[in-house]
């Protein structure tokens, strides 16, 4: 396995990925009622707006792992309501409010970009998301991954970095901790851990 810059033809094993990892670590395929809403949610946005900051850990030929973010959070909020939402929200029209389904909470949020403003995130402009396959994990890829996004991130500027994971992830918790990776308190974030860190 190698890592390497992320490439166009890269998008369906990357939204592969982020449905076979996306139930707090575990597989969600067919927790919601596309397979394409949660990438379009957690992957989509980053591959489309800001391709230079996603890398791949390839095997083979194919994606079994990634990283992805943006340096520039208040930026890329613009950008995901002006550049990436038009292009999804046909598939995935707004829900009434307040959304009751886990479908509807999950389409309110790509309809709600601006949820990543938090005060407390603003000193860490730029986050990311990782993840792998489980033939992937447990061999220190994660790490290289999350570092290569740290260096990628602090040449585009960004001082420091955030991230948040569910709080029953327990596993990615521990990651993040080993890592060097603080903790942050984030008012209103049940059920979500928040970290952060310095780029360099």
Known sequence: MHLRPYH?????????ICVRTGASGQDARGHY???????DVYAGPYLELEPHLAFVLDEGGRAVGYVLGTADTPSFVKAWRTRWLPRVAGRHPPPAEPPLTADDRLISTLHHPERMLLPELAPHPA???????????????????????LAAA????????????????????????RLGFQRLTVAGAEGTTFFCRPTR
């Not at 166009?8 to 592969?16: F, G, I, K, L, N």
């Not at 998301?129 to 996004?149: I, M, S």
């Not at 602090?154 to 901790?177: I, K, W």
Request: net charge negative.
């Open 8 to 16: 166009p033809s890269d998008r369906d094993a990357v939204y592969d």
């Open 127 to 149: 986050h990311l998301h990782v993840d792998l396959l489980p033939q992937a994990q447990g061999a220190g890829y994660g790490r290289r991954l999350v570092e290569t996004f």
């Open 154 to 177: 602090a040449a585009a500027g960004a001082p420091s970095l955030h991230l948040g994971t569910g709080s029953d992830n327990t596993r990615a918790v521990r990651f993040y901790e």
């Open 33 to 39: 009622r596309s397979d394409e809403l949660l990438p």
